[in-house]
C-alpha cells in the first residue's frame, strides 16, 4: 500500500519546478475458477522536471465481474476510480506543481481498452479538473506502473 504521509512528504520537501504524474495497470487472471484483477498504481515524483524520479507504488487484488474479457469496462473503470481517488488524496500536496493523470486505456477502436475511454477521460476531468493522458502518451500508466508490478513494488 502507498503510504501517503510518505509521499505527501516527499513531495512536500520538492521544489514547485517538480512534475508528479500519477498512473496506473492491471490485468486479469483466474484464481480457483474464480476471475481476479490485479491493480498497479504509481506516483512518480519527477525531481525539479529534470532530474531524475522517485516511484511510490502499490498492487492490490479484488475480484473482478466482467464478463467479456475483450471489452473489460468494469474492471478499466475500477483502475480509473482508484487513480482519481489517489490523485484527490494528494491534490492538496501537490499544490501548483505540474500533474498529470495517466490512464492505460488506448483510444484506436481496435483495443479492448477503447470501450471505456470517453467515460473514463470524462471522469477524470471532471473529478479531478485535469486532462488525463492516454495510450500512447500515459507513460506512468504503461511503463511505471507495468515495472512497478514487475518489482512487485509495495505489494
Known amino acids: 500500500m502507498i503510504d501517503l504521509n510518505e509521499v505527501a512528504e516527499y513531495i512536500s520537501k520538492q521544489s514547485d519546478s517538480s512534475k508528479i ?40 487484488q479484488e475480484p473482478d465481474w466482467d464478463k467479456n474479457q ?3 469496462s468494469m474492471r478499466l473503470m475500477n483502475e480509473v476510480y482508484k487513480i482519481a481517488d489517489l490523485y484527490l488524496k494528494l491534490k492538496e500536496v501537490i499544490g501548483d506543481r505540474e ?41 506512468a500508466a504503461s511503463c511505471a506502473a507495468d515495472r512497478a508490478k514487475e518489482l512487485k513494488i509495495a505489494v
Open 21 to 60: 504524474y500519477i498512473g496506473g495497470d492491471s490485468y486479469r487472471f483466474t484464481r480457483n475458477g474464480r476471475w481476479f484483477a490485479e491493480y498497479t498504481l504509481v506516483v512518480v515524483v519527477h525531481i525539479d522536471g529534470k532530474h531524475g524520479c522517485k516511484i511510490f507504488g502499490e498492487t492490490s
Open 99 to 139: 500533474v498529470q493523470i495517466h490512464l492505460d486505456i488506448n483510444a484506436k477502436e481496435t483495443a479492448g481498452s477503447s470501450c471505456v475511454v470517453q467515460q473514463a477521460v470524462g471522469y477524470i476531468r471532471g473529478v479531478c479538473n485535469v486532462v488525463p493522458q492516454t495510450k500512447p502518451h500515459a507513460f
Open 70 to 72: 475483450g471489452k473489460p
